[in-house]
C-alpha cells in the first residue's frame, strides 16, 4: 500500500487530499471536500498532465519571440523535454495563431501551436 | 481639437471590452489611446494559460485572450492610436497626448473611460535594506523580458512575494534553464491561486517559505546574495532566522498599485483602500462623464471579470453620451464591513441600475464557512454561506434593481462577513 499526499487546486479551500495506492490502482482516496477533488486526485496520482506553454524564436517578424502551447495537455514528466525539444526551434514570419511550430513534440504525440500573430516585418 | 464621443484611455483588455460594447450600444465615434506598440495589455506577455474560462469556455492563453477582443475591435472599425502617450485628462474631458507621429495633441471627449492598468510595486516601494545593484526585477519586467523580449534576467533566482505573477515567473524561469532556490513570503498566507502553488512550485520542487521576507541584498555591479529572515506576527524580522541565499537575481512580486495620475489630474475621488476610483453602478467616477473599469479600478483575479466590468462601463458611458443617464437620483452608498474591505461600486442609484447589479469585493484574511451577508439599513436581505474566503480572490453579491426600487427609504446598504 502506497499513499499519496496533494494539495487540490479546484478551489481556494487547497483540501489536503490522500490517495492510497495498491499495485499502482487507486484503493482510497480521502480529504477531499467536493467532486472535482476526488477527480482531481484520481487523475493526478495515475496520470497527471499539464499543458506546455513557453516561447520560440520569430525570424523577420515585427517581435522576436512568438508564445506558444502543447495543443494538448502532456504527460508531466515530459514538461522539460518538451521545453528542451523548442529550444532550437525558429519560425518564420508571418506567424497566425494555432500554426504549428513544432509536430509530436517529444514523442508525446502532441503538436506546439502558436498562441499569438507575429507580422512579417 | 477633434471631439470624440468616447474616449478610452488603455488599449488592455479593459480598454478593449469597454469599446466593443460601446460601439454595439450604438455610439459611433470611438478612440482608443494606447501607449505600447499594440493592443492587448498585459496579456501579451501573459503567455500561460488559464484565461476565459468564464468568457468563453475554454482555457486560452492571455495573448489568445487579448487575440479574441482585438478581433472584435478591428471587426467593428474601432479607431485606435498606438505607441501613444495620454499626458493629461481635465475634469471637462479635455485629453491631452503624444507620440511620435501626430507630436502633442489635444482631444475632446462627451465620455472618458478610465483603463490604465496597474503598474507593479517596485523596490523602492518596499523598504529593503542593502546595496543597489543590477539584478532586481519585478516579476512582470522579467515576464516581459522572457516572454516578449526573449532575454533572461538571470540564471539563479530569488523570488520575493507569492502573487499569481511571481509564481507564474517562478516556473517560467525554471522552464528557461535558471535555477528558483525560494519564493519568499511576507504573509503567512500566498496571495496566488492554489492552482499556481501546486503546477507552478510544486511541481518543480521550489520551496515556498511562507511569514518570510528579504532583509538584505548584497553585490555592488550584481546582485551577488540575499538574506532571507522568517518574522513575527507583526511582519517584523526575526533575529537569529537569517539564511543567506547566493543568486544574481531578485525578483519582485509585492502587489499591484492601480495607475491613477490621469484620474486624479481629472479630479476623481480615489479610494484609499484600493487605489482607484470611486465609483457608482454605471462605474461613473466622481466626475460627470468619467467612468473607470478593470484594474485601474480595483485589482481583480480574473481577466474574465474585468471583461465583464469594461462591458459593463462601455454600456453606462454609450447611454451618458446619449443623455439617457437619469441624473438628479441621490445615491445609496454601500459599506464594506466586517472583513469586506471594499466594495465596487461603493454607490448605486437604482433608477440607474441594469436589473442585477454585481458587487464586486475582497476579504482581508482567510475566512472559513463563514456567511456574506447583505443588510438594507438594519435589515438582513441576504446571507450565503461560503466553504473558504480569501485575499486573493474577489467575492461577489448581486443585487436586484427591483428590491432597491421597492425601498424609497432606503439609506445604506452594507456587505459584511459574518462568521458561524
Known amino acids: ?121 | 481639437m477633434n471631439t470624440y464621443d468616447i474616449v478610452i484611455i488603455g488599449g488592455g483588455p479593459a480598454g478593449l471590452a469597454a469599446a466593443v460594447s460601446a460601439r454595439d450600444a450604438g455610439v459611433e465615434r470611438i478612440l482608443i489611446l494606447e501607449r505600447d506598440q499594440e493592443l492587448g495589455g498585459i496579456l501579451n506577455q501573459c503567455i500561460h494559460n488559464g484565461f476565459g474560462l468564464h468568457t468563453f469556455q475554454e482555457e486560452l492563453t492571455g495573448p489568445e485572450y487579448a487575440a479574441r477582443f482585438i478581433d472584435q475591435v478591428q471587426e467593428r472599425q474601432i479607431p485606435y492610436l498606438l505607441n501613444t502617450m495620454v499626458l493629461d485628462v481635465s475634469a471637462d474631458r479635455v485629453i491631452t497626448a503624444m507620440n511620435k507621429t501626430d507630436g502633442l495633441f489635444q482631444l475632446s471627449a462627451r465620455a472618458i473611460i478610465l483603463a490604465m492598468g496597474c503598474r507593479e510595486r517596485p523596490r523602492g516601494a518596499l523598504n529593503i535594506p542593502g546595496t543597489r545593484p543590477a539584478g532586481i526585477y519585478s516579476a512582470g519586467t522579467a515576464q516581459r523580458l522572457v516572454n516578449m523580449e526573449g532575454l533572461l534576467p538571470g540564471r539563479k533566482v530569488v523570488i520575493l512575494g507569492s502573487g499569481d505573477i511571481g509564481l507564474i515567473m517562478a516556473r517560467r524561469m525554471t522552464l528557461e534553464g535558471a535555477q528558483v532556490q525560494v519564493v519568499a513570503e511576507l504573509m503567512p498566507y500566498s496571495g496566488g491561486l492554489k492552482r499556481n502553488i501546486v503546477q507552478c512550485l510544486d511541481d518543480f520542487g521550489i520551496p515556498l517559505k511562507l511569514s518570510h521576507t528579504v532583509v538584505d541584498i548584497r553585490g555592488r555591479e550584481r546582485v551577488e546574495g540575499i538574506t532571507l529572515a522568517q518574522v513575527d506576527e507583526h511582519l517584523k524580522p526575526i533575529p537569529g532566522t537569517e539564511e543567506d541565499y547566493e543568486c544574481d537575481t531578485l525578483l519582485l512580486s509585492c502587489g499591484l498599485i492601480p495607475e491613477n495620475e490621469l484620474s486624479r489630474s481629472a479630479g476623481v475621488d480615489l479610494s484609499p483602500v484600493t487605489s482607484g476610483a470611486v465609483v457608482d453602478e454605471s462605474l461613473e467616477t466622481s466626475v460627470p462623464g468619467v467612468f473607470a473599469c478593470g484594474n485601474v479600478l480595483h485589482v481583480h483575479d480574473l481577466v474574465d471579470f474585468v471583461s465583464q466590468e469594461a462591458a459593463a462601463a462601455g454600456r453606462a458611458a454609450a447611454k451618458y453620451v446619449r443623455g439617457e443617464l437619469e441624473t438628479g437620483e441621490a445615491a445609496i452608498p454601500l459599506k464594506a464591513q466586517g472583513g469586506v474591505r471594499y466594495t465596487v461600486p461603493a454607490r448605486v442609484h437604482p433608477h440607474r441600475m441594469e436589473a442585477e447589479q454585481v458587487v464586486r469585493f475582497r476579504v482581508g484574511a482567510v475566512y472559513r464557512n463563514a456567511y456574506v451577508s447583505v443588510y438594507f439599513d438594519g435589515e438582513r436581505v441576504s446571507r450565503r454561506k461560503r466553504q473558504i474566503m480569501a485575499p486573493g480572490e474577489m467575492e461577489q453579491v448581486v443585487l436586484k434593481r427591483e428590491d432597491l426600487l421597492s425601498r424609497p427609504d432606503l439609506k445604506a446598504i452594507t456587505v459584511t462577513i459574518e462568521e458561524a
Open chain 1, 1 to 121: 500500500m502506497e499513499k499519496k499526499h496533494l494539495i487540490c487546486i479546484g478551489c481556494p479551500m487547497g483540501c489536503p487530499i490522500t490517495v492510497t495506492l495498491e499495485a499502482g490502482e487507486v484503493r482510497e482516496v480521502t480529504g477531499f471536500t467536493c467532486k472535482r477533488g476526488e477527480a482531481y486526485a484520481r487523475k493526478e496520482v495515475t496520470n497527471p498532465t499539464r499543458i506546455v506553454t513557453t516561447t520560440v524564436r520569430v525570424e523577420g517578424g515585427v517581435s522576436p519571440m512568438v508564445s506558444v502551447k502543447t495543443a494538448q495537455d502532456i504527460p508531466k514528466g515530459k514538461i522539460f523535454a518538451c521545453a528542451e525539444a523548442l529550444r532550437g526551434v525558429r519560425v518564420k514570419a508571418p506567424v497566425a495563431i494555432g500554426d504549428v511550430v513544432l509536430s509530436n513534440a517529444a514523442g508525446t504525440g502532441v503538436d506546439v501551436v502558436a498562441t499569438k500573430a507575429v507580422a512579417a516585418r
